[in-house]
C-alpha cells in the first residue's frame, strides 16, 4: 500500500540551544497543528507546505518560547534556523524572514540546492545555474568557469565551508576541464555576491562564491548513473551523534560532448574526482572538520579531420584541415583542510583553519594539420554542393608542446566574531605560501606551400633571390620558460556589522578594511613587494512601508596582487614588477518582495560601476587566459541586473533574469576598446514545472541569450585592429523526470520502493535548437593576399541524456 502527499514541501532545520550553547532535547516544534521534536543534540528537522504563510513555535519547559513569525518558504528551499532559548524573554533581532526565506542585507544571492542538483546542463552544478544570473556569463557549456560583470574567471572567489579552493592552471580548452571542485552532492548552502562584498572575504575583484556543505543528519547512500558518467554520496552518523561524515565519488567522460563537435577524434576524455567532509564534535564548545579532495583529469584526444563552413552567403568559405599525430594532458590535484572551531562563550567564536593544495600538470602534444581555406560549391543541384571548389590557401601547422607545473600551496588562517545585541565585529588573519615550479616549452610552425612563415618582427635580413638564405627554421609562436617562483602573503581583515532602528525603518551596515602585505621571490630575478590596504563597505535599509521593500548600497576597493600566471607573460617570462589591480565597487540595488496570484514573489534590481586602472591586459582562447604580465591599462565596467524570482508555476521556484554590461580598457593611453569579456546584453531563464494529472512529472528548462563578446586576436597582433564580435550565444537544455520516491511520497512495508528515499529517472536534451555556438576563432591566413580570417570554433551541437537517481 502507498500513500501519496503530492503538496510542494520546504524544510526548516537546525538545533536548539540553551544560553549556555548546550543542545536542547525534547523542545516541542509546532506549526499548523503539526510538529516535531528535538533530538539528544538538539537537531531538528521540520517539513513546511511551501508557498504558503506559517508560523513555527519552539517551546520547553522552563524556557520562554520562540516564534518564528510568517516565514514564507518556496518548494524545495532549505531555511536553516538556529534559535536560542533563554530562561527570560528574548528578542530575535537578528532574524529577518521575507516571502522567500531570510533577507540577504549584503547582496549575495542564495541559491536553493535541490535547484542545483536538478537544472540540467552540459556541466550540471553550482556554475551551472550561476550562469543563469544576471552579470554572470560564460559562452562554454563545456566550462564549469565563468566571468562576472566584465571580469574574466581568474577574478573570481570559491569558498566552500570557509576554505578557499583553487582551479587548475594550465587546461587551455574546456572539453579538457573535468569537474568543478564544488560537488553538488554535498551542498547544503549556496551564496553568490557578484560585487561589493565584505572585507571577509579576499583580494579577487569580481565576485565570491560561497558554499556551505552539509552535515549529515542520517545514514544515506545516494547513486547516479548517465551516459556522461556516475557519481555516489555516501552520508554517515555515529551512535552519539558526534561524529559526521559525507563523501563523493565522482566519474566523467566527455567523449559524447567531444565527438558531437566539428572536429572528427578519436578521444578518451576521463575525468576522477573523490571528495569527502568529516566532523567531529568533541565538546559542546570545540568542533573539527576536515575537507579533503583528490582530482584526475587524464585527456587523450588524436584529432583526425574537421571541416568548418563560415563567411556569408555571398562569400562563402571552408576550412578543411586533416590531422596527424595526438595530445595526452594530465591534471592531477589533492587538496586537505583541517578546521578547528571554538566557542569560547555565548559571544565569540574562534576559528583556525590549515589547508594543503598540490597540482601536478602535464601538456604533451605534437598534432600536424594540415589545412586548406577555399571557397565551397553553393549550387543546390550540384553533385559538389558543400565542397571546396577553389582554394585560396594551403598549408600545414605544427603544434608542440612539453609544458610541465607543479604547484603547492598552503594556508593557515585564524577567524573570529563576537556578535552581542545585533552588532558583530568580525576579525581574520591568514598566511599563504605559494610554491611554484613551470617548465613551459611550446611551439607552433606555419608552412605555407613548402616555406616556412618566419614570426612578424623577427628582425632577419632575407634578400632572396639574389642572395640565399641560410637562417634557421624558427617557430612562427613560441613559449619557452623555465620558473621557480615563490609568494609568501600576510592578509588580515577588521569588520563590524550592526542591525538597527532608524525611527521606523530598520537599517543594517557593515564598515570593514582588508589589508595584505605580499612578496615574490624566485631564480633569475629579484624580489618584489607590495602592500594593500582596502576599506568596504555596505549599507541597506528596509523602510517601514506597505511593500516589502529593501535598498542597498556598497562601496569598496578590490585589488588582486598576481597569482602565478597574472605574473607570466606570453612568451612564458615572469615579471616581478607586476602589481596589483584595482578597482573600485559601486552599487546600488533593491528587492521588492510581493505576491501574485497568492505566490510569492521578488524582484532585486541592481546598477553598478567598477572603475579599474592597474589593469594586466590579456587575451582568451577557449579557457586559457594568456596575461601580458604589464599594468598599462585601465578600465571601466558597469551595467544593470534585473531578477524576477517566484512561483510563476504553483509550488516550483522559477526565474527571469535579464543583464545589460559594458566594459571597455585603455591599453597605453592609446583609447578605450572593448574587453574581452564585454558581453553586452544577456538573458537567462530558470523554469520549472509539473504535469498537475501526474505531479510527480517534474520539467526543467534553462535558457541563455548572450550577445557576442570580442572575438580576440591572433598572439602576435595589435588587439586595436581586431574588434569583431563572435556570434550571440543561444542555448536552451530541456530535462524531464519522473519521481519514483522522495520526502513527499511514502511507502509501507513490502512495497518495492519501501527501501528508497529517493528514486527519479528521466532524460536531457541539451541544444535543444542545435544552435551553432563559437568560444574563439582560429586564425588562417590567405597566402594571395596575406589576409587573417576568423574561423569560428563551434561548440556542441544538440544530444540525448538518460540519468537515473537513487538514495537509500
Known sequence: MVSFSFGQTAVVSGHVLNEQQEPLANVNISVSGTGTTTNVNGFYLLELVADRKMTIVFSHLGHEDVVLKDIILTTNEIFEF???????????????????????VTGATTITPEIVRKIPGVNAGVENILKLLPGVSFNNELSTQYNVRGGNFDENLVYVNGIEVYRPFLIRSAQQEGFSFVNSSLVENVSFAAGGFQAKYGDKLSSVLDITYKIPSSFSIAVEGSLLGASSTLETVSKKKNFTTITGVRYRNNALFVNSQQTLTNV??????????????ISDRLKLGFLGNISINNYKNEPISRQTNFGSLLEPRALVVFYEGK????????????????LMNEDVKLSFTSSIYHALEEEFTDVIANYELGEIDTNLGSENLGEVTQSRGIGSQFNRARNQLDALIVNLTHRGILKKNGKSLEWGLRYSHEDFRDRLNEAE????????IRPPNAGLVNNEP???????????????????????????FLQFGNQTRWGENAIYYNLGIRAQQWIISGEGFESNHQFLLSPRAQFAIKPNWENDVLFRLAIGSYQQPPFYRELRDINGLVNPEVEAQRSIHFVAGNEYSFSLFDRPFTLISEAYYKKLDNVNTYTVEDVRIRYRADNIAKAFAYGFDFRLNGAFIPGAESWISLGYLQTKENIGDRGYISRPTDQRLKLGVLFQDYMPTIPNMKLYVNLVYNTGVPGGSPNNADPYDFQNRLRDYRRADLGISYIFADRNSRYQKGHWLYGFKELDMGFEIFNIFNNQNSITNTWVRDVDTQQQFAVPNFLTSRLLNVKLRMKF
Open 268 to 281: 578518451v576524455p576521463i575525468f576522477f574526482d573523490a571528495q569527502t567532509y568529516m566532523t567531529h564534535q
Open 466 to 492: 639574389e642572395e640565399p638564405f641560410e637562417g634557421a627554421i624558427v617557430p612562427f609562436e613560441s613559449a619557452r620558460a623555465t620558473n621557480f617562483v615563490q609568494t609568501d602573503r600576510f592578509s588580515g
Open 327 to 342: 595530445e595526452q594532458n594530465s591534471y592531477e590535484t589533492q587538496f586537505g583542510a583541517l578546521k578547528a572551531d571554538f
Open 82 to 104: 538556529n534559535p536560542v532559548m533563554a530562561l527570560k524573554t528574548i528578542q530575535i533581532a537578528e532574524v529577518k524572514v521575507t516571502p522567500t526565506g531570510q533577507r540577504s
Open 445 to 452: 610552425f606555419l608552412d605555407s606551400a613548402g616555406f616556412f
